[in-house]
Nanobody, 124 residues
Framework: QVQLVESGGGLVQAGGSLRLSCAAS????????MGWFRQAPGKERDFVAA????????YYADSVKGRFTISRDNAKNTVYLQMNSLKSEDTAVYSC?????????????????WGQGTQVTVSS
């Protein structure tokens, strides 16, 4: 069992930045691929970014590519999402997730454990 706790959400003006953090419990954090997803009101949960176990590979949704950066610190059991040039359409609840799958991916079924999420609101 892995527990995840997100932090860093809040209200920001369009064009601003936020840095989300996701702290994981347990001693096997470095064995897992990690992902960030988001869900806007009335919409389905969407993939945002993923990072491999060692941090050498990352994937991004086209909508955030060039603006968001995912990173991880395995010594601190934490994954981050740096969000720059925020837009109103980035408003959503952002959740981190753990994937125990062999291959890193973007599909929700690949992810086994989820955090509760943190609200990000971008005002225009």
């Amino acid at each position: 069992q892995v527990q995840l706790v997100e932090s860093g959400g809040g209200l920001v003006q369009a064009g601003g930045s936020l840095r989300l953090s996701c702290a994981a419990s347990g001693r096997t954090f470095s064995r897992y691929h990690m992902g960030w997803f988001r869900q806007a009101p009335g919409k389905e949960r969407d993939f945002v970014a993923a990072i491999s176990r060692g941090g050498s590979m990352s994937y991004y949704a086209d909508s955030v590519k060039g603006r968001f950066t995912i990173s991880r610190d395995n010594a601190k059991n934490t994954v981050y999402l740096q969000m720059n040039s925020l837009k109103s359409e980035d408003t959503a609840v952002y959740s981190c997730a753990v994937s125990t799958a062999q291959t890193m991916g973007v599909r929700i079924p690949l992810y086994d454990y989820w955090g509760q999420g943190t609200q990000v609101t971008v005002s225009s």
